[in-house]
Nanobody, 124 residues
Framework: QLQLVESGGGLVQPGGSLRLSCVAS????????IGWFRQIPGKEREGVSG????????NYADSVKGRFTISRDNAKNTVFLQMNSLKPEDTAVYFC?????????????????WGQGTQVTVSS
């Protein structure tokens, strides 16, 4: 069973940066596309970014384009989300998820395995 663990969240001021990590265990991450999602209470989980299993294809929500960068190191079973120029509206719990069938989807229903999430708070 594939297990995912996120880390790297925290409190940051507007304009600051954070790098989230998603580490996989139980199976090789190179078999899976990975997506990053975020959720605030009372709202649906939204797709932020996705990356194909090889890393050759990436996808971003319009709200984060030009500010966030997704990357992966399959040798280390890790996917990263570099978040720059953070805004208060980026505040959410961030989840990573894995899909064996879809490339870089931002649709949460395309993903089968989920981590527990890491809190990101952007506030002065």
């Amino acid at each position: 069973q594939l297990q995912l663990v996120e880390s790297g969240g925290g409190l940051v001021q507007p304009g600051g940066s954070l790098r989230l990590s998603c580490v996989a265990s139980g199976f090789g991450l190179d078999h899976y596309a990975i997506g990053w999602f975020r959720q605030i209470p009372g709202k649906e989980r939204e797709g932020v970014s996705g990356i194909s299993s090889s890393g050759s294809s990436t996808n971003y929500a319009d709200s984060v384009k030009g500010r966030f960068t997704i990357s992966r190191d399959n040798a280390k079973n890790t996917v990263f989300l570099q978040m720059n120029s953070l805004k208060p509206e980026d505040t959410a719990v961030y989840f990573c998820a894995a899909s064996a069938y879809y490339s870089d989807s931002l649709n949460r229903y395309d993903y089968d395995y989920w981590g527990q999430g890491t809190q990101v708070t952007v506030s002065s």
